[in-house]
């Protein structure tokens, strides 16, 4: 005989509390505020963020300001874990170039921004000197993390149309 209780299907199970993403330029104020002398229950109160939620910002807080110095849209909510110095600096450099070709409406395909990330790339590979080893491809679920990233929108579906 099991020892466990059966759950029945007529008990109400309580609805699970929904995960909310918090950007960044949210957290850099938070951290303002606290700075600025505001006690973490009135901040809390503010910005309608739970207790412990403005205290875990206040706790990363040199993390976020690292992510923040870096070049990572301030509607971000995600930081990620700094990547070698040639693929950050090339993903860099290809948000200013796509930025730079959208504003001078050149139309740009998935092919064309492969190509120039993985040219980009090697440039930054052979700066970098012969002990660098790390390959880099251009790929599609590559380019789809990039776009979200980097929060473009405009670019919705590369496979069947160009932006521009």
Not at 43 to 70: N, P
Not at 73 to 89: A, D, F, L
Not at 133 to 155: D, N, P, Y
Request: a positive charge; one cysteine or more; proline letters at 4%.
């Amino acid at each position: 005989m099991s020892t466990k209780r059966n759950l029945s299907l007529s008990t109400p199970q309580p609805a699970k509390k929904e995960r909310k993403a918090i950007d960044l330029d949210t957290k850099t104020k938070v951290i303002k505020q606290y700075e600025g002398g505001k006690k973490v229950n009135v901040i809390a109160r503010d910005t309608k963020l739970s207790h412990s939620t403005v205290s875990t910002i206040l706790k990363d807080k040199e993390r976020i300001r690292e992510v923040v110095k870096g070049f990572v849209p301030m509607r971000s909510t995600v930081i990620t874990k700094p990547r070698s110095r040639p693929i950050h600096e090339m993903k860099k450099l290809l948000y200013i170039w796509m930025e730079d070709q959208i504003q001078k409406r050149t139309p740009l395909s998935l092919f064309t921004v492969q190509m120039k990330a993985r040219s980009l790339f090697q440039t930054l590979k052979e700066c970098a000197g012969e002990d660098y080893s790390q390959e880099f491809v251009a790929s599609t679920g590559w380019f789809q993390r990039f776009k979200e990233r980097f929060q473009m929108q405009c670019l919705s579906d590369w496979r069947s149309s160009e932006c521009g």
